[in-house]
């Protein structure tokens, strides 16, 4: 007799950004191979095929909860204690009824925040719940990433009294309620980067069996069909000459890193963008760096790219990718540089030396030294770009990131999920 076909439900706050890109990747390798996979969102601005939208009981609930957020952080701040990236789940919405209802074997949390998940609907949810963690609000009192607090809650080897350790009430009773929850819960995590899987063990907020590192996919097309030449040709960018490429979904978000970047390319003189070997800067994302423009060197910004196969040209057109964060993940836009052939230089933090491996592929540089990030820019913009070093870079992803890889571990650790006792 045959085994009933899986049924997973992933869920998205935003049909937009890197985490819901790699959510939107699963989907689409567990659809194509046979499981009953279907993708939630209840924000868009892509038009991905398939993509089923969640209703909320009313639209006055969003801006009461934006009301309430902007509370919080006032408060925070009037403490000395604010941060940008935080995350209050306190004002139900109305989105997970319905999904709890539809008979799914597992529902799979991805960028799923505040606006969606209330901490009061997340303790009545009865489907089991698997995260990926592309961001830490899953095991923190709200904070998306947690910076100089969370290294010095590592470092402290678990001393300090609670993971959101000296802060304010609010973030510990947020931490405190969504620690109850879980003990009472089938609830499970998927750690994209070694980084990010130390993060969480060290936060007990899993047990150790509930946690599996799991990273990203890329897949081969359109990433590892780009050629640079046809790249420069048909964006209209210089056939000669050397580029230096960043993006960022917020190019001005601090967390990535374009303020490192802009003052690490401050100090490129005019003497090293001239003639053949002049140097260009190109960007995408949101927004523009005006701070580039008045530079030796010349800058142009492309704006958002949904179009892959576009995205996928311009890696490829670049020399070198710049990824300067100051905190991050396993970001889809190192994955996708190097599967186009495009080599990465990023500071050695986060899930940076999970794809790149120092002088190989890139480079990886000691955080946060614009000097350094300068040097080693200026290195690997200069490295021969021939068919060697594509292979190179697209070697060093295609196998250890391949959708097969992925969806295999990912199904491997439903199954074994699923089958635990409650």
């Known amino acids: 007799m045959t085994a009933p076909k899986l049924r997973v439900a992933h869920l998205v706050s935003?049909?937009?950004?890197?985490?819901?890109?790699?959510?939107?990747?699963?989907?689409?390798?567990?659809?194509?191979?046979?499981?009953?996979?279907?993708?939630?969102?209840?924000?868009?601005?892509?038009?991905?095929?398939?993509?089923?939208?969640?209703?909320r009981s009313g639209g006055v609930f969003r801006r009461v909860w934006r009301s309430v957020e902007f509370a919080g952080k006032v408060?925070?701040?009037?403490?000395?204690?604010?941060?940008?990236?935080?995350?209050?789940?306190v004002i139900p919405q109305g989105y997970l009824a319905g999904l709890d209802a539809m008979g799914f074997d597992l529902v799979h949390f991805h960028w799923v925040d505040g606006s969606v998940a209330s901490l009061s609907e997340l303790a009545g949810f009865q489907?089991?719940?698997?995260?990926?963690?592309?961001?830490?609000?899953?095991?923190?009192?709200?904070?998306?990433?947690?910076?100089?607090?969370?290294?010095?809650?590592?470092?402290?080897?678990?001393?300090?009294?609670?993971?959101?350790?000296?802060?304010?009430?609010?973030?510990?009773?947020?931490?405190?309620?969504?620690?109850?929850?879980?003990?009472?819960k089938k609830v499970a995590a998927i750690a994209p980067s070694r980084w990010m899987e130390d993060c969480v063990r060290e936060s007990g907020m899993f047990p150790d069996s509930c946690i599996r590192r799991i990273p990203y996919e890329i897949p081969a097309v359109p990433w590892q069909e780009a050629d640079r030449a046809e790249a420069r040709r048909e964006l209209g960018l210089p056939e000669s000459g050397r580029i230096i490429l960043f993006g960022a979904d917020s190019l001005s978000y601090s967390r990535k890193g374009g303020d490192l970047l802009i003052e690490a390319l401050s100090g490129i003189g005019a003497d090293l963008v001239q003639g053949?070997?002049?140097?260009?800067?190109?960007?995408?994302?949101?927004?523009?760096?005006?701070?580039?423009?008045?530079?030796?060197?010349?800058?142009?910004?492309?704006?958002?790219?949904s179009d892959e196969r576009r995205l996928a040209a311009l890696?490829?057109?670049?020399?070198?990718?710049?990824?300067?964060?100051?905190e991050d993940n396993l970001p889809n836009v190192v994955l996708e540089s190097l599967a186009?052939?495009?080599?990465?230089?990023a500071f050695d933090i986060g899930g940076m030396p999970d794809m790149i491996?120092?002088?190989?592929?890139?480079?990886?540089?000691?955080?946060?030294?614009?000097?350094?990030?300068?040097?080693?820019?200026?290195?690997?913009?200069a490295w021969p770009a021939d068919a060697d070093m594509v292979r190179k870079c697209r070697d060093s992803v295609?196998?250890?990131?391949?959708?097969?890889?992925?969806?295999?571990?990912?199904?491997s650790f439903y199954r074994e999920f699923l089958s635990k006792g409650d």
Not at 75 to 87: F, H, Q, S
Not at 280 to 304: H, K, N, T, W
Not at 357 to 381: C, I, M, Q, W, Y
Not at 398 to 406: E, G, L, T, V
């Open 315 to 326: 890696y490829a057109a670049a020399n070198v990718f710049v990824a300067p964060s100051r």
């Open 127 to 184: 489907t089991p719940i698997m995260w990926t963690l592309h961001d830490m609000r899953a095991f923190t009192g709200g904070y998306y990433y947690l910076g100089s607090h969370l290294t010095r809650w590592l470092e402290s080897k678990g001393s300090l009294p609670a993971f959101d350790m000296d802060d304010h009430p609010l973030i510990r009773a947020v931490l405190a309620k969504k620690r109850s929850i879980y003990c009472g």
């Open 14 to 55: 935003s049909a937009s950004g890197g985490a819901a890109k790699a959510a939107y990747r699963l989907h689409l390798s567990l659809c194509n191979h046979g499981v009953d996979s279907h993708f939630f969102a209840c924000l868009t601005s892509n038009q991905w095929p398939g993509v089923e939208w969640l209703d």
């Open 340 to 345: 186009s052939g495009t080599p990465v230089v």
């Open 357 to 381: 491996t120092d002088g190989e592929n890139g480079r990886l540089v000691k955080p946060f030294s614009v000097e350094g990030l300068r040097e080693a820019v200026l290195d690997v913009v």
């Open 398 to 411: 295609k196998d250890r990131f391949h959708p097969d890889r992925q969806r295999e571990a990912v199904l």
């Open 276 to 305: 053949d070997g002049e140097i260009r800067v190109v960007s995408f994302g949101g927004g523009s760096i005006p701070m580039l423009e008045g530079m030796p060197f010349a800058y142009q910004a492309f704006g958002r790219i």
């Open 75 to 89: 408060i925070l701040a009037a403490t000395g204690r604010n941060r940008k990236e935080i995350d209050f789940q």
